[in-house]
Structures are given as C-alpha cells and as structure tokens.
C-alpha cells in the first residue's frame, strides 16, 4: 500500500481530491508538502503521530475510524491557536474524525469560547465534490487565534469536528444536508 500511495503523491504534481479506502501503512508521512484540497481516509483505524498530521496540507480532512492518541488532537488544536508560523502552508478548514473515542478533555488547558451568534454563524457549511454539507455548531467550543481567525471544536463520544471560520456567517445553500 505504501508504494502505490508514494507513487500516486509523487506522480501527480496536483491532486485536488484523493480518496484512500484502505487501511494506512503506520507510520505513513507521505501526505507531507503535497497539497490536497480534499483528502478523504477510509481506512478502519487511520492513526497519525503528531508530526504527519500536523505537516499534512489539505483543505479538507475527513477521516472515517481513528484509534489516534487524543493528544496528538489536542496538539493540533494547541499549534492552530498560534499564528501560522509559514504563510505557504495550506492549513486544514475542515477536520472531521468519525468513530473516534475522545471526549472534551482534550479542550482542558486550551482557552474556549462558547458559540455567541454576534460572532459567528449557527452552521458551518462545506462544500464537498458530492455536495454541500452544514454542520450545526451551536454547542462547539470556540478558539480565537490572536490574528482574530475563530475556529470552533465539536466532540461527541464518536466524533471530533474542527472548523476554520474564513467567513463567520455562512449562507446554507438549498441544496445542504445537514450533518
């Protein structure tokens, strides 16, 4: 598996979406300076250390079953409450683990806002290669970065969602699922 995702990445100088619907080699960094504007993981049990996850550049994560440690979460969200350290980095907009056990515990020590719709937008909406998407975001918790870019975590038992506000009150399409 490691060679045919290593030859895919390396072939093809952009990659606007790619779909991986098997399991991960551990550790795989190849994701690493290739920039996705959707990476989809399907695999049953997709697990990054720290490191690859923060290097990898992508608008839009969406990862199917994680085991992942939940400090290497709560590190991701610690790294994007500082300013982005390389402007030419694409940072993630959309993170969205399903079937993950995590709670908010991950948020302790890391300073949250609760949803003021003065600020923000009730959902937050992703525009997929298959659709629209708007997630409700009214029980997130926010982050504020000192640039002033909010960010809002959403956790339940099963699932861990971050979004990146580029604009903080979105219009929900027609055509939306809510989800």
């Not at 038992?157 to 009150?169: I, L």
Request: hydrophobic content about 40%; charged content about 25%; overall charge negative.
């Amino acid at each position: 598996m490691r060679d045919v995702l290593d030859m895919v990445l390396n072939k093809f100088e952009r990659i606007n979406t790619l779909f991986v619907d098997t399991n991960l080699p551990i550790p795989y960094d190849g994701f690493s300076n290739k920039k996705l504007k959707n990476l989809y993981l399907g695999g049953e049990n997709t697990v990054f250390s720290s490191k690859d996850f923060i290097d990898i550049e992508t608008e839009v994560l969406l990862i199917q079953s994680s085991s992942m440690d939940l400090m290497v979460l709560k590190e991701v969200l610690v790294e994007w409450t500082k300013l982005p350290r390389n402007p030419e980095k694409l940072e993630p907009q959309v993170i969205r683990i399903f079937n993950i056990k995590t709670d908010a515990s991950i948020l302790q020590g890391i300073h949250t806002y609760p949803w003021n719709p003065h600020y923000r937008s009730q959902n937050y909406v992703i525009h997929l290669d298959n659709g629209v998407v708007a997630v409700d975001c009214s029980e997130g918790q926010d982050l504020i970065r000192p640039d002033g870019k909010i960010a809002t975590v959403l956790i339940t038992e099963s699932s861990f969602d971050f979004f990146v506000w580029e604009r903080t009150f979105h219009k929900i399409p027609a055509n939306a699922v809510f989800g």
